[in-house]
């Protein structure tokens, strides 16, 4: 077999490099149009040019991105890695280093990345209002009287919220608010549920609750008519969207953002053990200071009685008399070691006249002495008599005086329980207070239906 003849160096068309990738480029230029592309960003680089580069990818592929510094100028938002992005592009091939590339003409969000962007936009919007500020936040109430959570009620966020309300505080009832949590009409549903609860006021605390799920899942919490409403809500509220990394406008307007269902119930109510070792603690506290306060208040009373025996009119009355007796027996004794004195005084005097003086004087002094005795025995009787009527008439003073004389002449002493104090003024007295009246004989307790000055 006669072989081929070699191809001569003429007849060959040999590219160079530089020939193929500028007829590439040609072709690319021709052959494709601008293109619609959809895809994330990576690879991101901002050199000092105003250009910026990066990569634009789905799960399977990838492909180098320029924008030139007059094309980035027109944008609306700065471009970040893991940007979802819609970007209008044509083909072409950068020759230097043989790439492949789309040359951007227009770039905007694209699926998610255009939800986050107006995720940031509306955030960004309620925050310069003053809907985020800590001021506008309502404190949560430590024992809610009724929880109310607004919900999917076939979701799992409800029942992690209700088996841990039952395991914490199982006594706090429960209103469920239902609503759609995603899709059309769910920001409208919740919006009603928030404007019902506060209407029927039934519930001193709100839970506002979903499972986790993709940003468009929450999108409904990123609304912001339900950002309104949650910001106007009278009753306290806590958010509880999605997983401990999703965070929503809700979660940033509700007084209070809990990271997942279960921690909102947690943030909603105390622990049941922790109250019952409170309330135990408290009980102690409270019996030892009872005790306390009954022991002073016992040693207070034993005071008083001991200073009401001493000032009673009663024992007054009895040393008065006991004081009366003692005088009245000094005075005895007085005049009765008076007398003795003159009578042995008259003895002498008597003794002396009779070996001194003739019988006539002494017989004279005799009468005298008679009389004096008699006048003095009788000033000395008229003196014990006068001494018996002024104790008289002390006595009857003090009796006059006493107030136990004075409560059986049909007078009383009332006094309001439990602090004793005599009462003077019936308008000091109320419906439903308890006195004690004293009698001459016994006492009585009243309840007093009214009063009049």
Known sequence: MASSSPISAQQRDIYSV??????VRAVLDVSFPLLWVEGEISNLARPSSGHIYF???DPHSQVRCAMFRMKRQRLRFEPENGMQVLVRARPNLYEARGDFQLNIEHMEPGGEGLLRQAFEELKLRLDKEGLFSAELKLPLPEFPKQIGIITSPSGAAIRDV?????????????VIYPVQVQGDG?????VQALQLANLRHECDLLIITR?????????A???????????????????????EIDFTIADFVADQRAPTPSAAAELATPDRRELTDRVANLTRHLINQITRQQHTMELHISNLQQRLNLLHPGVQLGQKQQ??????QRMSLGMQSRMLQNQNQVHNLDTRLQSQAPGKLVSLFKQKTGELSRRMIFAANNLHRLQKQRLAAVTGSMNALSPLATLERGYSITTRLPEGEILDDAAILSAGDRVETRLAKGKIK????????
């Open 18 to 23: 530089s020939r193929l990738n500028s007829e």
């Open 55 to 57: 990569s634009l990818k």
């Open 162 to 174: 209700i088996s841990v309300l039952k395991r914490r505080l199982p006594s706090v009832p429960v």
């Open 186 to 190: 769910a920001a409208t549903d919740v």
């Open 211 to 219: 499972g986790g799920g993709s940003l468009e899942d929450l999108m």
């Open 221 to 243: 919490f990123n609304d912001e008519q339900v950002a309104r409403a949650i910001s106007t809500s009278k009753i306290p509220i806590i958010s509880a969207i999605g997983h």
């Open 323 to 328: 004081r009366l007796d003692e005088l009245e």
């Open 446 to 453: 009243c309840l007093v239906e009214s009063s009049e000055e």
